[in-house]
């Protein structure tokens, strides 16, 4: 009943990476993709930088009747998917459609398209409205475009947790894989930096109003004043542990535990549900904090949350008790692509015994982490713990493992270069 | 280890023509409907310009002035449904493990009310490519992520176990209870309030749908516009609402002495992997889905004794699932009364699917299928028994209710009356 289920693709569209190769080479050198909005011009905002993907021609990757009916998020989500895929070395063709599913974190939808059509509908009338608006901007919209690609008939869905979505989403691929399925195309893609996305994403104060890309997103640093948001993600190909094994499938490592809860409602004087979280991924994983590598951090960036965040951390490890990094410090904060993006990056340190580097960050002695900054860290990675927060509330926990410690053990030595 | 089985034990109905569960109840079994004139906003200019509207007052519903400035429309109804149903069930929530309560809530669209309304302010009514950010109001990050209605729910019912949205379009109400039976079911909560809310009637959704023709340009008669099955039909109404149920882990619920409602037998979706609007006329994903949700209930086709439609009005939707009924159900098909309440409170978009579940339950409740209104002039391609007009006594055990959506996502949910046979 809980066969182990594994990733055996990775698909990342990143700030400051397209492709796994490209990404992961740029944050072992710590190249950040953090600069001034050049989408639109962003003078009059309280913030103004943030981690655009440029370079991004859809045209190149997908057919043209496709780039009118769809947001910027889904054409890079689709191509994400594409791209992990064929990582995977995966034919959907080749295999019964019921057999393969496709469950995806969504955040904001596709809130480009969204607000063009807005313009059209209070500026010019209704009847000047896309037909595609009914399902461009909503929230299912990747999900239902990389099934109708790719042919995958089976189980699907989308789930919403903000930033924390990333982590429910493929914690609901793999339920749907034990259940059955044996694989299932995940993770998340969220894009809306355009002014009405940006006026939307600044309300709340939670952005940095710096202008300097070098000093705007310090999580864990007495600095900290907000994060830099960003757009991308990536897209994960889970499968079945003997089923990937079966057809000879290289394997990046196992979604070992997962764990979720949500914050008691604010003035309940009740302790936040961050480390109930972690207890519950790492007891679903059947293992303990002593085994933990690394922790991917969730990374707020406000002193308060980086204060519960590091609070959590201390009471389950102890105090500088496991490496922490946050590689979100070169892309900005991603939303629903946020934490899919870490176990892609985490799957590619365990597979290559690196930990990428939280950049920028001076780290806060009142923390009392371990935090990996400035450059990489050589360690032998077996077990790493990927944390993400939503706005309100949401924590999400996930513990993987790496190939050689699936149960049973696979090999690893088809090391193919991943794209 | 013998499965974990799910109750349901508290529900809830914010729907058009009545609040709560004997108002939405004696209009479905009145065959009486909730579609009218819009008066929501001056509907001139729109093809379509009938919807199902709810005369909702937030604050007579408990809601603080501070909760109704701070949420949308469908967070509000979220809210309120999700209260009554966890009233309804009796349990005594502060007395459990808030970490194994949790929180599944279908949406399709979010705070599409909200959106529109602020982006029109923000943009002086459509004229600034370059909104301005100093009239948005300080919640606009709670419009643009609809999980902002799970954290409202979650602090309302005081659940700290996992909690989230399902946005799987028009099936998001039957995919967020069958998302929180799953939680259940593999032992990560006891507990899950779950439902589903939508408040869509708002000019961008009057225009996208507009736009493709989904929705019925009939206007002459608002309380005949929803005609699911009809030959006459040409067309959904929209509509808004809310149901929400208290799922329970079957011993949970009966140790506490629980009223069980039904039992939540079985569960699926299925996407056509063909069109994000379009749909093949075989009907062949919903059936799979069917036939998956039937074999993990463990029942026979013959067990199902009402089939409650999607039913939206289109003529592709109509012909698309009694296919896939004749498909999944065989000559029990032609057996078993098919019903829409589309046809009376219109359609929900993510909210309908639960608020088809609560009828899924009254009927078996009440022995009583609710019918297909408006339905005159029988469809020939459809030659199923849709139960015109009139409700329908017919003892009722089990119910199957299914949805069919934008993306290509096909949902079917069984409901089973609780006392049959233990598993």
């Known amino acids: ?419 | 280890m013998t499965a974990r089985r799910v109750a349901i034990t508290g529900i809830d109905v914010l729907a058009p023509g009545g609040t709560g569960v004997e108002a939405f109840w004696s209009l479905l079994s009145e065959g009486r409907t909730a579609t009218r004139a819009i008066t929501f906003f001056d509907p001139a200019p729109f093809r379509s310009r009938v919807a199902a509207e709810i005369d909702f007052d937030p604050e007579a519903h408990g809601l603080s002035p501070q909760e109704v400035r701070r949420m949308d429309r469908a967070a509000q109804f979220a809210v309120v449904a999700a209260r009554g149903a966890v009233a309804d069930s009796g349990v005594d929530l502060a007395a459990h493990d808030p970490h194994r309560i949790g929180v599944a809530i279908g949406s399709a669209v979010g705070a599409t009310m909200g959106l529109d309304a602020e982006y029109r302010v923000v943009s002086d009514g459509g004229r600034l490519d370059l909104v301005d950010h100093r009239y948005a109001v300080p919640h606009l990050y709670d419009y643009l992520v609809p999980s902002s209605f799970a954290a409202e729910v979650a602090w309302a019912v005081g659940a700290e176990g996992p909690c989230t949205v399902v946005s799987t379009g028009c099936t998001s109400g039957i995919d967020s209870v069958g998302y929180a039976v799953d939680l259940i079911r593999e032992g990560s909560a006891d507990v899950m309030v779950a439902g589903s809310s939508d408040a869509p009637i708002s000019p961008i959704t009057m225009a996208c749908f507009d736009a493709i023709k989904a929705t019925t340009p009939r206007h002459d008669r608002p309380e005949r516009a929803s005609r699911p099955f009809d030959g006459t039909r040409n067309g959904f109404v929209l509509g808004e609402g809310a149901a929400f149920f208290v799922l329970e882990e079957f011993e949970h619920a009966r140790r506490r002495g629980a009223r069980i409602h039904a039992e939540i037998a079985g569960y699926a979706t299925r996407s056509n992997a063909y069109h994000m609007t379009g749909l093949r006329p075989d009907g062949a994903e919903m059936a799979e889905a069917i036939r998956v949700a039937l074999d993990e209930a463990r029942m026979a086709p013959t067990a199902i004794d009402y089939v409650n439609a999607h039913g939206s009005g289109t003529k592709q939707n109509d012909r698309h699932e009694t296919a896939a009924f004749k498909r999944s159900l065989g000559d029990h098909a032609y057996r078993t009364p098919v019903s829409s309440i589309k046809s009376m409170v219109g359609h929900s978009l993510g909210a309908i699917g639960s608020i088809e579940i609560a009828a899924s339950v009254l009927a078996m409740a009440h022995n009583v299928v609710p019918p297909t209104a408006n339905l005159h002039t029988p469809d020939p391609e459809c030659d199923l028994d849709y139960v015109p007009i009139v409700a329908r006594e017919r003892r009722t055990d089990a119910v199957l209710t299914v949805g069919s959506g934008f993306g290509g996502f096909q949902s079917a949910m069984v409901l089973a009356r609780p006392e049959r046979g233990a598993v």
């Open chain 1, 1 to 419: 009943m809980n066969t182990p289920v594994v990733v055996t693709g990775l698909g990342v569209v990143s700030p400051n990476g397209l492709g796994a190769a490209d990404y992961w080479a740029a944050t072992l050198v710590g190249k950040s993709g953090l600069s001034r909005i050049t989408r639109f011009d962003p003078s009059q905002y309280p913030a103004r930088l943030a981690g655009e993907i440029h370079g991004f021609a859809a045209e190149e990757h997908l057919p043209s009747r496709l780039l009118p009916q769809t947001d910027r998020m889904t054409r890079l989500a689709l191509v994400a998917a594409d791209w992990a895929l064929a990582d995977a070395g995966v034919s959907t063709a080749e295999r019964p459609a019921f057999e393969m599913g496709v469950i995806t974190a969504s955040a904001s939808g596709g809130f480009e398209f969204g607000q063009n059509e807005l313009r059209k509908l209070w500026s010019r009338g209704g009847q000047y409205v896309s037909a595609y608006q009914s399902f461009a901007w909503f929230y299912a919209v990747n999900s239902g475009q990389i099934s109708i690609r790719h042919g995958l008939k089976g189980p699907s869905g989308v789930v919403v947790s903000d930033q924390a979505g990333g982590l429910d989403a493929v914690a609901q691929a793999r339920r749907q894989i034990r259940k059955g399925t044996p694989l299932i195309v995940s993770g998340g893609v969220d894009a809306s930096l355009c002014p009405w996305g940006w006026v939307a994403q600044t309300a709340g104060g939670r952005l940095s109003t710096s202008d300097e890309p070098s000093r705007a997103y310090l999580p864990f640093d007495s600095a900290a004043r907000g994060h830099v948001p960003g757009e991308g993600g990536a897209i994960l190909i889970m499968e079945d542990l003997a089923a990937a094994r079966a057809r000879g499938a290289r394997v990046y490592g196992e979604v070992a535990g997962y764990g979720a809860t949500f914050d008691p409602r604010p003035g309940s004087g009740r302790a936040p549900g961050l480390r109930k979280a972690i207890e519950l991924a790492l007891a679903d994983a059947d293992t303990g904090p002593a085994a933990v590598d690394l922790v991917f951090a969730d990374a707020a960036a406000l002193p308060e949350l980086d204060r519960s965040e590091a609070a959590a951390l201390c009471a389950v490890f102890g105090a500088r008790g496991v490496p922490v990094t946050a590689p979100k410090t070169m892309t900005g904060r991603l939303y629903s692509g946020a934490a899919p993006l870490d176990l892609a990056t985490a799957f590619l340190a365990m597979r290559e015994g690196i930990i990428p580097p939280t950049v920028n960050v001076e780290a806060a002695a009142e923390h009392r982490l371990d935090l990996v900054t400035r450059q990489t860290r050589d360690a032998e990675l077996r077990t790493v713990l990927v944390l993400a927060r939503g706005h309100g509330g949401f924590n999400s926990a996930m513990v993987l493992r790496s190939a050689r410690d699936t149960d049973p053990p696979v090999a690893n030595e088809r090391k193919t270069h991943v794209r």
